[in-house]
């Protein structure tokens, strides 16, 4: 084992749930430590505790001990919810798509993320000590909230991860809004989608376009640097994120 895991459940006034709130600590500690949060953070570490029956298994992904990070992960919001606090956009394109989008979806993760900027991370920094940027991390709508807490919060989130992002929720006005961003040479951003995010063809071709459309947004920001992948035959999919979450770590930790 190479970490220690603590859990602790906080109740959110301003987001009106219960957030369970994940602390990975190396098992030695040489110093400030690189913080790294993940939304999304119930399929982090065990299958017992995932959506959908499987977890990105971190701890099995990275050493802590070697690259001296502390890992803090936050369950996200259910249904509908959790598009609520990962779109700074509301999306009303979607009613009826599915059966359980029901009402205009989106438009308040600038709650979510002053949540976890004053409220989280705090948390986090009192089990040991930290250095002052972070690293977010996320999936599909958890790539989107990881892009606009870069833009939100740029001296703060100075490194993100994005795989299979979801970039065709309000498609325009997310691609108006990164195109508009101020984005500078501290800023390290990897983006990915795969080929076959969807078993329906058009839906994964959604994620491509969108994806591609972002990437050449952020090609004319002066970024520190970007990373674009085209993953062949990936899939939306846990056990796909869980084989390429700890080398994609590794990059962004070696900027």
């Known amino acids: 084992m190479n970490h220690h895991l603590f859990e602790k459940v906080l109740t959110s006034r301003s987001l009106k749930r219960n957030l369970t709130i994940h602390v990975a600590l190396p098992t030695r500690i040489d110093g400030p430590l690189q913080g790294v949060f993940f939304n999304d953070g119930q399929n982090v570490w065990e299958d017992e505790q995932a959506s959908f029956g499987t977890s990105w298994a971190l701890g099995e992904a990275i050493d802590f001990n070697e690259h001296q990070i502390c890992v803090v992960s936050v369950s996200c919001a259910d249904g509908m919810h959790r598009l609520d606090e990962y779109s700074r956009f509301e999306d009303d394109t979607l009613i009826g798509e599915t059966e359980w989008i029901t009402r205009v979806v989106g438009g308040k993760a ?116 970007l990373t674009f992948v085209r993953v062949v035959d990936g899939k939306h999919h846990e056990m796909d994120w869980r084989q390429r979450i700890g080398s994609i770590l590794k990059e962004l930790l070696n900027r």
């Open 110 to 225: 600038d709650v979510y993320l002053k949540e976890v900027v004053e409220v989280v991370l705090p948390f986090a920094s009192s089990f040991a000590s930290l250095k002052p940027t972070w690293i977010m991390v996320g999936s599909s709508m958890g790539g989107v909230i990881s892009l606009t807490a870069m833009i939100e919060y740029p001296h703060l989130f100075t490194k993100i991860a994005g795989l299979s992002n979801a970039f065709w929720f309000a498609k325009e006005a997310f691609l108006s809004y990164v195109a508009n961003a101020t984005l500078l040479p501290h800023h390290h951003v990897y983006l990915d989608v795969g080929t076959k995010e969807s078993g329906i063809q058009p839906l994964s071709e959604a994620y491509v376009a969108s994806n591609v459309a972002v990437a050449n947004a952020l090609l004319h920001q002066p970024l520190g640097s």
